[in-house]
């Protein structure tokens, strides 16, 4: 067998491991390893975080992903997005499974401005996967607005994509090309944080191990106990305070301060 017929059959029995451990309900296949270890180390942060049956303002849903895992922590989410598109396919996906109860409306809103939501309206606020990074000019102003629609001992838990991890698996994106989309330091995370009137109460990587080696991956990943074995490794290095630069987002949570 040549070397991509290899990497053929090893994905494709990826896939149906994936499909089985979707089945059981320990997680929903991702499009690959790499997703797949994305989705499940936000897993784990959000469970850390989002006390069961919380009020969620959910910011940048998109497809779904997260308002599932909610669901299934039997918060009551609002559900946004800045593409009405978005919230349509999230409309079509969810109606008709469980997660559906959990929603209490969907609306279209910019992360940025949250102005039509009262101080503490709620438990925790959710921007996984990117809202900050793409409010390129005014994070600030759009972190300080989240922190705010939380209560006292609420928290907002978010993902940004990273700029140094970005450089790790990927050097030519170190040729200096503007981007659409801001990406942090972790230092740069610390300072928003703080400019926006909050505190820091963890943060992690993601993918520090994980991006990059999709082949590498394919492979651990057809060895059932190989893979449990990686994943946990992969999620407590990337929690790891040294990890937080490494990998292919940044995910913190803040509290009010
Ligand atoms: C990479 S997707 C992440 C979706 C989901 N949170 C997840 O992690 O699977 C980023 C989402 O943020 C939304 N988005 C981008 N800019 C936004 C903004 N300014 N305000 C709210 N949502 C935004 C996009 O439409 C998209 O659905």
């Known amino acids: 067998m040549d070397h991509s017929a290899a990497v053929g059959a ?17 997680a929903r296949p991702g499009t690959d390893a790499c ?15 989002v006390p069961r049956g919380a009020r969620v303002l959910e910011i940048g849903a998109g497809a779904h992903r997260f308002t599932t895992e909610l669901a299934a922590r039997g918060c009551r989410v ?3 997005d800045a593409s ?15 997660a559906e109860r959990s929603v209490l409306r969907r609306e279209v809103l910019d992360g940025a401005d949250v102005g039509r939501y009262a101080d ?16 390129r000019c005014c994070a600030v102003g759009a ?38 989309d801001r990406r942090y330091r972790w230092s740069d995370v610390v300072q928003l944080v703080h400019a926006a009137g909050g505190e820091l109460v963890d943060g992690s990587a993601s993918n520090w191990a994980s991006a ?5 991956l394919a ?32 995910l913190f949570a803040a509290r009010p301060a």
């Open 10 to 26: 090893v994905r494709r029995h990826l896939d149906r491991h994936f499909d089985r451990l979707g089945e059981q309900g320990s």
């Open 212 to 216: 990059g080696h999709p082949d590498t």
């Open 120 to 135: 503490g309206e709620f438990d925790v606020v959710l921007a996984y996967g990117g809202p900050l990074s793409a409010v």
């Open 84 to 98: 009405s598109a978005l919230l349509a396919a999230h409309q079509r996906r969810v109606r008709g499974t469980p």
């Open 219 to 250: 492979h651990l990943a057809a060895d059932r106990a190989a893979w449990r074995r990686f994943v946990e490794h992969e999620v407590a290095a990337c929690a790891e305070p040294g990890a937080r630069d490494g990998g292919t987002h940044i």
């Open 35 to 49: 997703g797949w270890v994305s989705r499940e180390v936000h897993r784990r942060f959000l469970r850390r975080f």
């Open 78 to 80: 609002v559900v946004t």
């Open 143 to 180: 972190l300080r607005g989240l922190l705010r629609v939380v209560t006292p001992d609420g928290v907002v838990v978010a993902s940004v994509l990273s700029l140094l991890g970005s450089w790790r698996h990927q050097p030519s994106a170190l040729d200096g090309r503007e981007t659409t």
